[in-house]
């Protein structure tokens, strides 16, 4: 059952079938690079591009679900992923509070 849970975790959050993750943050990225072309303030294109990273880093943490899941044992490879979620989240964070600054 966790196998499957695992490789459900990677399509939610993966380009290949969901929605979680990395394209919400590819999707945003190009909408702030039109936001800065509408607007002339080259702010919102390094805001795109931070969440374009963060968009990458979700991918990254996507296939390692999906390589976990076809691992003999993947309940061993569990606590690999606390780390790279709280790197996301402090990123996720931290890029919500600059754009917020930009736009106030």
């Known amino acids: 059952m966790l196998k499957w849970t695992l490789f459900n975790t990677y399509m939610f959050i993966s380009l290949v079938g969901g929605t979680g993750g990395g394209i919400f943050r590819y999707m945003f990225s190009r909408f702030l690079r039109e936001a800065a072309g509408i607007t002339g303030d080259a702010r919102f294109i390094e ?23 076809e691992a003999s044992d993947p309940a061993s490879f569990l606590g690999e992923c606390v780390a790279p979620f709280n790197a996301l989240a402090d990123q996720e964070e931290a890029a919500w509070q600059r754009l917020r600054e930009l736009v106030q």
Request: proline fraction near 0%; aromatic fraction near 18%.
């Open 47 to 69: 805001s795109a591009d931070e969440f374009q990273r963060i968009g990458d880093a979700w991918e990254e943490l996507g296939e390692w679900f999906r390589r976990t899941s």
